[in-house]
């Protein structure tokens, strides 16, 4: 994460993917419960500066 809290195209590219890829493999399709993820279990830890893939990957699975 940028400062500010401004990712910029590659970090949201990494975060779009591993949210998409968490949400396939736990058959989450429902717009809400993709939006719920995304704020409980992606949102900390990418802003905590988690941006690796599979970091963010592991952290997704932690959580969840």
Known sequence: ?????IADS?????LTKALNDYCEKHRIK?????????????DEPFRAGVDDPDQL????????
């Open 10 to 14: 590659v970090q949201l590219s990494v």
């Open 57 to 64: 990957a592991e952290e997704l699975e932690q959580v969840g």
């Open 30 to 42: 429902c717009k809400e419960e993709r939006e719920r993820t995304y704020r409980n279990q992606t």
């Open 1 to 5: 994460m940028l400062p500010y809290g």
